[in-house]
């Protein structure tokens, strides 16, 4: 079954930094284009950033660019989010979604950004 | 930047009734590459987003097929044929032809 588990969130102070990962199973990530959306508590879902399958092309939302970076490891067929700078409206959940058209998403993982 | 707009943003309906949900880009989705990579999903309380609709038209595996897309250039439409109870929850167009992907605001259906 083709799936993505989502990790790594939690409460962190405004300034502070956490990294998310995302888990594949049932496909190799490197073999496809993936991204992150967000969703605050209440609201609709918000892109955040993609990654291509080639690794060469990395875009971002304006909201987050300059503080958000998106890699990958090939090897443990994961991908990750580093987000540095936390700010209160940084707050949602983040999903992991597979390929362009984000065929496939996870349960998410909650990031609170708080002081 | 692309913008999406949905009507209506609420949608009460009758059990066994259709319904229809409009999105609308600020420009064409036409990638050069000839497709338009427009999807709607669907999330229902509690849960996470699944996509029903990939490409203006194509129902993703496992979807009923009471749901359907159409639509051309900046102009899109999804379809329930018959409202089931579990067809509940918020309803999302995307565009991922340009970027940043844009998301609209979402329909919020509910049963009558």
């Known amino acids: 079954e083709v799936q993505v588990v989502e990790s790594g969130g939690g409460l962190v102070q405004p300034g502070g930094s956490l990294r998310l990962s995302c888990a594949a199973s049932?496909?190799?990530?490197?073999?496809?284009?993936m991204n992150w959306v967000r969703q605050a508590p209440g609201k609709g879902l918000e892109w955040v950033s993609f990654?291509?399958?080639?690794?060469?092309?990395?875009q971002y939302a304006d909201s987050v660019k300059g503080r958000f970076t998106t890699s990958r490891d090939n090897a443990k067929d994961s991908l990750y989010l580093q987000m540095n700078s936390l700010r209160d409206e940084d707050t949602a959940v983040y999903y992991c979604?597979?390929?362009?058209?984000?065929?496939?998403w996870g349960r998410g993982t909650l990031v609170t950004v708080s002081s | 930047d692309v913008v999406m707009t949905q009507s209506p943003l609420s949608l009460p309906v009758t059990l066994g009734q259709p319904a229809s949900i409009s999105c609308r880009s600020s420009?064409?989705?036409?990638?050069?590459?000839?497709?338009?990579?427009l999807s709607w999903f669907q999330q229902r309380p509690g849960q996470s987003p699944r996509r029903l609709i990939y490409?203006?038209?194509n129902r993703d595996s496992g979807v009923p097929d009471r749901f359907s897309g159409s639509g051309s250039g900046t102009d899109f439409t999804l379809r329930i044929s018959r409202v089931e109870a579990e067809d509940v929850g918020v309803y999302y167009c995307?565009?991922?032809?340009?970027?940043?992907?844009?998301f609209g605001p979402g329909t919020k259906v509910d049963i009558k």
């Open positions: 995307m565009q991922a032809t340009h970027w940043p992907a844009a």
């Open positions: 049932g496909f190799t990530v490197s073999n496809y284009n």
């Open positions: 490409k203006v038209s």
């Open positions: 990654l291509s399958s080639s690794g060469s092309t990395r």
């Open positions: 420009q064409s989705l036409v990638h050069s590459d000839g497709n338009i990579y």
């Open positions: 979604t597979k390929d362009r058209g984000m065929a496939v």
